[in-house]
């Protein structure tokens, strides 16, 4: 039978909801090392090099009209070294990887993260950029900057949480850059729960029912926010544990 709530009381119980959602993602990072190399132009003849370029042509091919930009236009920073607990405990074994953050002059509001393993090949990863503002979520966010998650992807999905630790990457990005949790992103190919899982709202009231009244799996989540609450959970487990280091106010 559908859960009898009100719609009056129903707001605090999304929020309630979605705060209890990030507190229980496990903490699958058993070591965190700072990177011991600082920011390097992609260089056509490495081989790393070349895996991450191939994926970020994907997205800049439908920015614009523009010329796509050289390999050696982007920089690219280890941010650390982790090591990531398996899902299976039993069957799994942990996971070295090193997290990498490019940029590009020509695209300044655009951000890569990368989870690179030490056979230089991707293991995860993602790409957002900067808005001033999104009328999309007005209601949401009124005026204030936005993170949009355009891409995420993780090719280890079954045995390693890799996707849950680019979102904190970019959630801890986002304090950094002034938009201090306020992320977006468009749920396609039935991921609405996988969003929904690590705090993400949907826009829409009755896609919000199908995820957590009727806990519909397999359901898009069309446009998705982090709630308030949800961006009070992520802000502690960044505490906890950060992948970025010590806090920095943009432009310093």
Not at 49 to 62: F, G, R, V
Request: net charge neutral; aromatic share 8%.
């Amino acid at each position: 039978m559908r859960n009898a709530l009100t719609r009056m009381n129903f707001s605090h119980v999304n929020e309630r909801h979605l705060a209890c959602q990030v507190k229980q993602l496990p903490q699958n990072i058993l070591t965190c090392l700072p990177g011991t190399d600082g920011s390097r132009r992609l260089e056509l003849c490495e081989p790393l090099a070349k895996n991450m370029y191939e994926i970020i042509l994907h997205p800049l091919k439908h920015h614009d009209h523009s010329p796509l930009p050289p390999q050696n236009h982007f920089d690219y920073t280890p941010i650390n070294q982790l090591t990531i607990a398996p899902k299976h405990q039993a069957t799994g074994s942990p996971l070295n990887l090193t997290l990498y953050h490019i940029r590009s002059q020509q695209f300044p509001n655009m951000h890569y993260y990368f989870l690179i393993t030490p056979e230089q090949t991707v293991a995860a990863h993602a790409h957002f950029n900067v808005l001033d503002q999104s009328e999309c979520l007005a209601c949401a966010y009124g005026t204030e900057s936005v993170i949009v998650l355009n891409a995420i992807e993780s090719r280890m999905q079954g045995d390693y949480s890799l996707g849950t630790i680019l979102i904190q990457a970019i959630f801890e990005q986002s304090q950094i850059l002034g938009c201090e949790g306020r992320i977006c992103l468009y749920s396609a190919r039935k991921s609405g729960r996988f969003y929904f899982k690590l705090g993400f709202m949907p826009l829409q009231q009755t896609i919000f029912d199908q995820l957590f009244l009727e806990n519909q799996q397999d359901i898009d989540g069309d446009l998705m926010f982090l709630s308030p609450s949800a961006i009070d959970a992520w802000a502690e487990r960044a505490r906890q544990r950060p992948l970025l280091g010590p806090r920095k106010k943009p432009g310093s």
